[in-house]
């Protein structure tokens, strides 16, 4: 696995280096001149996948939490047929919880 991740890495790093010319603007902070909760998350995904952790954790520490919540909910939700509420509703509590902390850090 961790050789793939290498391969895939340096075969798509020209990519990478490119990212920031495709970011989409955020269109709150566009009306509104404020950071949204999500603002920063598009660099920090690009920084996870040249694998700076120390970056991505900087630029929005919701990052790795909204991925693994994504991860785990999605295939639950829809594939298992077993009742995952209390998962899922916790998991959804904890990642909304590191968005409004982070957020709320970052305008402080």
């Known amino acids: 696995m961790f050789v793939l991740y290498i391969y895939l890495l340096s075969a798509w790093s020209f990519l990478l280096d490119q990212a920031d010319n495709f970011f989409l603007r955020c ?4 009306l509104t001149g404020i950071d949204c909760p ?3 998350f598009q ?3 690009v920084a996870l996948l040249r694998g700076d952790l120390h970056e991505s ?3 929005y520490p919701a990052t790795i939490p ?3 919540t994504f991860i785990v909910v999605i ?4 594939f298992s047929k077993k009742d995952h509420t209390i998962l899922i509703k916790t998991m959804y509590l904890i990642t909304g ?4 902390g982070s957020y709320l850090f970052r305008q402080c």
């Open 43 to 45: 660099r920090s995904f």
């Open 97 to 100: 919880t590191i968005v409004l």
């Open 57 to 59: 954790f900087h630029l």
């Open 66 to 68: 909204l991925l693994l």
């Open 38 to 40: 999500g603002c920063g």
């Open 27 to 30: 269109p709150f902070k566009a």
């Open 75 to 78: 295939p639950v939700n829809y």
